[in-house]
């Protein structure tokens, strides 16, 4: 169907330490986006990805897009208390819709 | 400031109640949309207006009706609230186009008691 699986669900890592999320499709797709929700907040907008194999960094932020484009991961080196918050993946979902995936919660203990 | 505004912030009322949230956008968007996020995060697209016509409606009971005076206004109205309306709603928009990302209100925490 036209939802994307994002693993994991949760994650808590040690401030410091490295964090990924995974989100997968079985179909390929058009282009991905990332956003990032904080605690009590509103998703906000990261990045979008459109090519095949594409890589983007944002500062300690590494976001990649599967060559097969079915695929996508976003990467925190060295995590700080303010990473902390749902990180979403979307994919176009036909016409105007937008669909998210359930999103990783990430907690990071100082 | 520019911005997705949605009004209340915070909605308490009781099963069987009408309700109505409101949301204004002056990001000259063509594309407004209503989310729904439960109580794990997860958020669910429900409806979508481009330019006051409405281009998404997703398997939403129809006591949800939403409305588009203008392109930069969407409201959403929700009859006889149930306990499963309990929710927070975020208003979005963008302009049309695949490659556009969405800029979302803060939200609306509807709690049905």
């Known amino acids: 169907g036209q939802q994307v699986m994002q693993i994991p669900q949760y994650q808590h890592v040690q401030e410091g330490e490295d964090f990924t999320t995974y989100c997968n499709s079985s179909?390929?797709?058009?282009?991905i986006q990332w956003y990032k929700q904080r605690p009590g907040g509103h998703p906000v907008f990261l990045i979008q990805?459109?090519?095949?194999?594409e890589v983007k960094k944002q500062k300690r932020l590494t976001f990649q897009f599967g060559e097969a484009k079915k695929n996508s991961s976003l990467h925190i080196t060295a995590t700080q208390t303010t990473d902390v918050g749902t990180y979403f993946c979307?994919?176009?979902?036909?016409?105007?819709?937008?669909?998210f995936g359930k999103g990783t919660k990430l907690t990071v203990n100082p | 400031d520019t911005a997705v505004s949605q009004t209340p912030k915070y909605l308490v009322t009781q099963m069987g109640n009408d309700k109505s949230i409101k949301c204004e956008q002056n990001?000259?968007?063509?594309?407004m949309y209503w989310y729904k996020q439960d109580s794990k995060k997860f958020l669910k697209i429900m409806f979508s207006?481009?330019?006051?016509?409405?281009?998404i409606n997703e398997t939403v009971p129809n006591r949800f009706s939403p409305k588009s005076p203008d392109k930069a206004h969407l409201n959403l109205h929700i009859n006889s609230l149930e306990l499963g309306d309990s929710a927070v709603y975020f208003c979005?928009?963008?302009?049309?186009?695949?490659?556009?990302?969405?800029?979302f209100g803060n939200g609306t925490r509807l709690t049905v008691t």
């Open positions: 979005a928009s963008r302009m049309r186009g695949r490659n556009s990302p969405l800029h």
């Open positions: 179909t390929t797709l058009s282009n």
């Open positions: 990805l459109v090519k095949s194999g």
């Open positions: 979307a994919r176009q979902g036909g016409s105007e819709k937008l669909v």
């Open positions: 990001l000259g968007h063509d594309t």
């Open positions: 207006y481009n330019n006051k016509e409405l281009i």
